[in-house]
């Protein structure tokens, strides 16, 4: 199986502030990657998929780059409601996995 | 606008069998294959398995083999997954979601409410 390792595990920033999570596979994936935010109680939300391709909807400072093992999810500039929990999530071959997920939290 | 409705929280004890619906609607139901993906409290998101509604054809995670079936119903929209011998540790927030493109399963777009299934010992 391909183990998905994230980082951090937990982050504190600010409003406005540039936030940077990666995500590391443990084998190549070329870009079947995707990014998902979940708030509290609530169903996860796809973000980004193809590693760097936003979903309809997501706004526009959310970005993702990488490819092969290494990727990142991006907030150009946080607002309030960017505060959640990111999961990285690998679609190369079955099993698909997730990363254990980063709690991006208000300073 | 697509929906994904699931049936309501269970609580099951150690050893029974568990079953749980998603009703697709607003899309054509055979297009689009869906997965099976829990939350454990406070944890992580876990793929379970994946189906295909148009043949039935099913990919299951192998820590989940021989206790997990997708089955679904093309004359009511609808995908169950069962999953048998129940443990403490199935304890979880079980999510239906759609593969993001017509035949295309890879990541997934359109989530059920998620239904808590409560093993108790």
């Known amino acids: 199986d391909i183990q998905l390792t994230q980082s951090p595990f937990s982050v504190s920033a600010s409003v406005g502030d540039r936030v940077t999570i990666t995500c590391r596979a443990s084998?190549?994936?070329?870009?079947?990657l995707a990014w998902y935010q979940q708030k509290p109680g609530k169903v996860p939300k796809l973000l980004i998929y193809?590693?760097?391709s936003l979903q309809s909807g997501v706004p526009s400072r959310f970005s993702g780059s990488g490819s092969g093992t290494d990727f990142t999810l991006t907030i150009s500039s946080l607002q309030p409601e960017d505060f959640a929990t990111y999961y990285c999530?690998?679609?190369?071959?079955?099993?698909?996995?997730f990363g254990q997920g980063t709690k991006l939290e208000i300073k | 606008q697509v929906q994904l409705v699931q049936s309501g929280a269970e609580v099951k004890n150690s050893g029974a069998s568990m079953r749980v619906s998603c009703k697709a609607s607003?899309?054509?139901?055979?297009?689009?294959?869906l997965h099976w993906v829990r939350q454990a409290p406070g944890q992580g998101l876990e793929w379970m398995g994946i189906?295909?509604?148009?043949?039935?054809?099913?990919s299951y995670e192998q820590k989940f083999q021989g206790r997990l079936t997708m089955t679904r119903d093309t004359s009511t929209s609808t995908v169950y997954m069962e999953l048998s011998s129940l443990r403490s540790e199935d304890t979880a927030v079980y999510y239906c979601?759609?593969?993001?493109?017509?035949?295309?399963?890879?990541?997934?777009?359109?989530w059920g409410q998620g239904t808590l299934v409560t093993i108790s010992s």
């Open positions: 979601a759609r593969g993001w493109r017509s035949s295309s399963p890879e990541y997934f777009d359109y």
């Open positions: 189906i295909n509604p148009s043949g039935g054809s099913t």
């Open positions: 607003g899309y054509i139901f055979t297009s689009y294959y």
């Open positions: 999530q690998q679609a190369n071959s079955f099993p698909y996995t």
């Open positions: 193809a590693a760097s």
């Open positions: 084998q190549r994936i070329d870009s079947y």
